[in-house]
Structure formats: C-alpha cells, structure tokens
C-alpha cells in the first residue's frame, strides 16, 4: 500500500509541459516470438517538438513481452534509437534552457523514465537532441543524440536558435 502511495505521489511529482503530448505510434516489429504470452517488440513512434515548430523526432525503444510486460510490469531496457528532422519552417514558441526536456515518458512502473532534452550549438546553429533513460538512483549511460541543422524553408529566413537560450 506505501509503495503505491509513494508512486503516486512521485507520478504527480513528474507531471510537466514534457507530458503534454502523447507520441504517434509508427509501427511496431516482433524480435521475440512467446508462443503464450506478449511477444517482445521494437515500437517506432513520432513526436514534434513542443516548443520549436517545425521539428519531429523519431525514436524506437524495445517493449519487453511475457505476462510482465504485457501487464505493463516488465522494466523496460534502455536502449533507445534517436531521429529528429526539420519537417517544415522552423519557428520558436518559447525562449529555452539548454538541456531542456522537451518529452518525458515512463519506463517502468516505478523510478525509470526515458528523456529528450534539447539544446542549442549556437556557432552552427544546429539543435541537438539526446535521448537517455534514468532512474531515481541511478541511471543508464545509454543514449542517442539527434542534430536538426536549422535552414531556411521556402522563402523564410532560418532563425538561430542562439537567439531562444536563456542567459
């Protein structure tokens, strides 16, 4: 009963802007076959960036079958495959850090969670995008990064991203 208390308690903690948003769906792939159960998956899903338009990344993360990830028990591994791209003119919503979240999800029931924060290498005018998973204790130096060099689209002048940092 406490621990589901204390994991309510931190899932009201962890609720942010990163949470506004649910990722699209892609497809997913079998990589296991369980004759009884769930099989294990890879799931390609999309999502665009909150905060800077015109920016959609990719990612795949493993989904763990057999009665415990099907009853969405299983802790999921930490290998996550990153993809972002300019999808269109690329327009600020909103002055950032660098190292902000721009998209957060859990990766099991209690304590683990996958990230995407972004940044800003100013001198090229690139985004960068690194996908990681952490826990409460300790986390996974498992990751992915993603650039999306920021260009002009149609007849619209490309914006530098230094101009969205906050000092």
């Known amino acids: 009963m406490i621990r589901l208390l204390v994991a309510a308690v931190l899932a009201g903690l962890s609720l942010t802007p990163a949470f506004a948003q649910s990722p699209d769906l892609i497809f ?7 004759l009884l159960t769930w099989d294990d998956k890879l799931a390609t899903y999309a999502i665009d960036d909150p905060d800077i338009e015109g920016v959609a990344c990719h990612y795949t993360v493993p989904e763990k079958g057999g009665v415990a990830g099907g009853l969405g028990l299983a802790e999921e591994v930490s290998d996550i495959s990153l993809a972002c791209r300019q999808v269109g003119p690329i327009k600020f919503k909103v002055k950032s850090e660098q190292g902000e979240v721009m998209f957060r999800q859990s ?33 996974s130096p498992k990751n ?21 940092i906050k000092d």
């Open 107 to 139: 990766r099991s029931l209690l304590f683990k969670r996958m990230q995407i924060v972004r940044g800003c290498d100013a001198k090229r005018n690139v985004l960068v995008y690194l996908v990681y998973s952490d826990r409460l204790i300790d986390g």
């Open 144 to 164: 992915s990064t993603s650039t999306v060099p920021i260009m002009p689209w149609g007849q619209a002048e490309a914006p530098r991203c230094g101009d969205w």
């Open 28 to 34: 997913k792939k079998s990589t296991v076959f369980r």
